[in-house]
């Protein structure tokens, strides 16, 4: 009986070990990687940095309300090359991570340039500023400027696909 009672415990304590050890393990090595995935999202760390980085958020946090601070990003695609559109290109290892910004109706932004990427990026501006834009309407399941009333100064992505129209203030 004894030899039961001390395997009954040994089978609870590494059930009750695995259980508080392994989300542990996962979540901490989650935080240290520093690469999203594709739909996942992510927020800027300092526009007055000289490079691009970020940190990740949950989606549902990534500037999905009107307040929207011009620093939230989602990943489109991780590949050689971007697929079609006007995505933030950032290089990660071997491959491109292509970041589509998350643009809200209203909101004004501006062209800024960093180190690490291949364009200049849109950040929330002051619609005084020149050559500052404001977003006008967003088009979701659609890649197309020409549906814009301005398509020149406009925005398209093709995974996910979503246009973003544009309108100088």
Not at 45 to 64: I, M, N, P, Q
Not at 112 to 135: M, Y
């Amino acid at each position: 009986m004894q030899k039961f009672e001390s395997r009954y415990y040994g089978v609870i304590a590494t059930a009750c070990a695995l259980v508080i050890i392994v989300p542990i393990v996962y979540f901490v090595a989650r935080d240290l990687a520093p690469n999203p995935l594709v739909g996942e999202c992510v927020k800027q760390v300092r526009h007055d940095a000289a490079d691009l980085t970020f940190e990740e958020v949950a989606c549902s946090a990534a500037g999905r309300s009107s307040r929207s601070t011009g620093r939230e990003f989602e990943v489109g695609a991780i590949e050689k090359t971007c697929p079609p559109g006007d995505y933030t290109a950032v290089p990660r290892d071997d491959e491109m991570t292509c970041y589509l910004p998350t643009l809200h109706v209203g909101v004004c932004f501006k062209s800024q340039q960093f180190r690490n990427t291949d364009k200049a990026v849109l950040v929330r501006g002051d619609c005084d500023h020149p050559g500052a834009v404001r977003v006008e309407e967003n088009l979701l399941d659609v890649s197309d400027k020409s549906k814009c009333k301005n398509p020149e100064i406009s925005l398209s992505f093709s995974q996910p696909a979503r246009t973003v129209c544009m309108k100088k203030p």
